[in-house]
């Protein structure tokens, strides 16, 4: 159960860091592309890693 509240909440820690590096202000082009695709994948991956929580969360609760 603290294995998977633990993805859980890296999951959501990451998402809130995907979502502060997209919104960031730039003035470079290059750089404000290689920003949103940093967050965008930050944010795909942090709520894969929430997902694997919730699962590992049930399964742990049903006894499997």
Known sequence: MK???FYLGL?????GIGIFTYLQPT???SLSFSQT???ILCMAIGLLTAIIGVVRYFRDERGN
């Open 11 to 15: 999951g959501i820690v990451m998402i």
């Open 27 to 29: 003035d470079i082009d």
């Open 37 to 39: 695709v940093l967050g």
């Open 3 to 5: 294995t998977s509240l």
